[in-house]
């Protein structure tokens, strides 16, 4: 399986393709999605899906236009469904540049499954930095796409509409019971890192 990072538009999101063959995934298209397109023909890969970890305007700008072009199905948390087409609530409508995406063709609980080639995609709700933010992880790949909820060394901020503190602190204490020290974080910004490698510090900073 491959990966590809992108750092996308003013708030430098990291918008990752993983793909296996022909087949592929879009995690968050935060901005220039003609970069994705073209990347993607360069490869020859068709995305299935286009998955938002949560619907923060920087992490969903790219997804009208994925979606009209390569047909790939958006999928999203269900408590973040919503803010998707809410310029106020998904915070563009403050950068003076409201930004409505198309509605999810598919809508997530905790716990529910993609199927990806041979692969399964578990979607973890860790609310908190949004009320649906969610962990996407490739259980057999041991590679996780943890959002704006974890980060390296770093949480995502909780005083943002829909924030909110103890459900970050449930959240982070569930992927430290939940994660393994090997399976590799892709984050919505900065560098990818093992979980072993934060484990300590997210031990201490939950005081656990
Ligand atoms: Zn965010």
Redesign the pocket.
């Known amino acids: 399986m491959n990966i590809e990072t992108f750092v996308l538009g003013d708030f430098e999101v990291n918008c990752y393709v993983v793909w296996d063959g022909n087949l592929g995934v879009v995690f968050d298209p935060g901005d220039h999605p003609d970069l994705i397109i073209e990347f993607l023909k360069e490869k020859n890969v068709s995305p299935i899906y286009v998955v938002n970890t949560?619907a923060?305007f920087?992490?969903i700008l790219g997804n009208n236009l994925l979606v009209s072009s390569t047909g790939a199905k958006l999928v999203i948390n269900e408590f973040d469904s919503e803010m998707l087409t809410d310029a106020f609530y998904n915070l563009s409508a403050y950068m003076s540049k409201p930004f409505y995406s198309v509605k999810p063709s598919l809508v997530l609980k905790d716990g529910d499954r993609l199927n990806f080639l041979n692969e399964e995609i578990v979607c973890i709700h860790t609310p908190g930095?949004?009320p649906g933010?969610s962990c996407f992880y490739f259980t057999d790949k041991k590679i996780v796409f943890t959002?704006?909820t974890l980060f390296k060394f770093s949480y995502?901020?909780t005083d943002?509409i829909g924030g909110n503190e103890i459900q970050m602190y449930n959240s982070l204490k569930k992927l430290y019971y939940t994660l393994d020290d090997n399976d590799l974080c892709f984050p919505?910004h900065g560098e990818s890192f093992k979980f072993g490698e934060i484990k300590l510090w997210l031990k201490e900073s939950l005081g656990i």
């Open positions: 949560h923060h920087d992490h930095h949004t933010s959002g704006d995502g901020r943002l919505g």
